[in-house]
Nanobody, 121 residues
Framework: QVQLVESGGGLVQAGGSLRLSCAASGSIFGINGMGWYRQAPGKQRELVAAITTGGSTNYADSVKGRFTVSRDNAKNTVYLQMNSLKPEDTAVYYC???????????????WGQGTQVTVSS
């Protein structure tokens, strides 16, 4: 019922920038937290950045000062502006959202399909 679709990934040179978007759709009463995770080959999935409905943010230490997460609550969309990209940022980036599907339901985590970000030297 709930679908998260990421876009904006691609290939970029070190030092460049990319902007990822993730739009949630389907049966949605409301969304609490939204965020981005990434997973590189052979590594565990890790939190990159998260943001609450009110705009409070949390970042992985490795991306602080370089990445900015934001959201448009009216569009159920979260963004990740990635600047000063490094080769170690190469990974599949996944969107996550804490979704309340009805007024009575609890929050559940939903995931996007992932978008590839590749940073070349």
């Amino acid at each position: 019922q709930v679908q998260l679709v990421e876009s904006g990934g691609g290939l970029v040179q070190a030092g460049g920038s990319l902007r990822l978007s993730c739009a949630a759709s389907g049966s949605i009463f409301g969304i609490n937290g939204m965020g981005w995770y990434r997973q590189a080959p052979g590594k565990q999935r890790e939190l990159v950045a998260a943001i609450t409905t009110g705009g409070s943010t949390n970042y992985a230490d490795s991306v602080k000062g370089r990445f900015t997460v934001s959201r448009d609550n009216a569009k159920n969309t979260v963004y990740l502006q990635m600047n000063s990209l490094k080769p170690e940022d190469t990974a599949v980036y996944y969107c996550n959202a804490e979704v309340k599907r009805t007024h009575w339901s609890t929050l559940r985590n939903y995931w996007g399909q992932g978008t590839q970000v590749t940073v070349s030297s």
